[in-house]
Structure formats: C-alpha cells, structure tokens
C-alpha cells in the first residue's frame, strides 16, 4: 500500500520537472537525428570494410 500512495507525489513532482524541461524545436529534432542516422552509416561502413578486410586475410592464412 505504501507503493499506491508514492504514486500521486511522484507523478505530480514528474509533471512539474516535465514543464521545466527546455525542449529541442523539430527542426533541431531532425537535424540532429539525421546526423546520428549518417553517423551510424558511415561507422557501419567503416567496421564492416575492415572486418571485410581481416576476416579474409585470416581466411587466407589460416584456412
């Protein structure tokens, strides 16, 4: 029961923090995830064109 009544004081602290928060506009939201998205890519690329690279000097020398 102790749970049930930190409920309410807890959602009304979270409402009053919430409002507080200083929010991105959407275009900085894009901008910025289409920055992570390219990011990701471009790291992708780069660790799957060396793990191409070892993976087949190891399948030479070794197999």
């Given at each position: 029961m102790?749970?049930?009544?930190k409920?309410?004081?807890?959602l009304?602290e979270t409402?009053v923090e919430?409002?507080r928060?200083t929010?991105?506009s959407?275009?900085q939201a894009v901008?910025l995830?289409l920055?992570?998205?390219?990011?990701?890519?471009?790291?992708?690329a780069?660790?799957?064109?060396?793990?191409?690279?070892?993976?087949?000097?190891i399948?030479?020398f070794?197999?």
């Amino acid at each position: 029961m102790k749970f049930l009544r930190k409920i309410k004081p807890f959602l009304k602290e979270t409402q009053v923090e919430m409002k507080r928060v200083t929010w991105l506009s959407r275009k900085q939201a894009v901008r910025l995830t289409l920055i992570v998205i390219v990011f990701s890519l471009v790291m992708a690329a780069f660790l799957g064109f060396w793990d191409f690279i070892f993976s087949n000097i190891i399948f030479r020398f070794f197999l």
